[in-house]
């Protein structure tokens, strides 16, 4: 992803992001703006009009096949 914006639409905070790669589960916040993701990863300094808290949830962004 590119620099992280200084305003988003949504951020969701403190998930644990699994982002479909095979790469490790890690802490992320994510930034969503229109309806796409903007940045990934410690956003602690980003404004969003709206904000979830997603302690102690995985987060999941994109699509994930349930059926592998």
Known sequence: MTEAPESCDTVIR?????????????????????GRIAALGDLASIHAERQIDATGKAVAPGFIDVHT
């Open 14 to 34: 403190h998930g644990t992001l699994i982002d479909g790669t095979a790469a490790p589960r890690r802490a992320a916040d994510i930034a969503v703006t229109d």
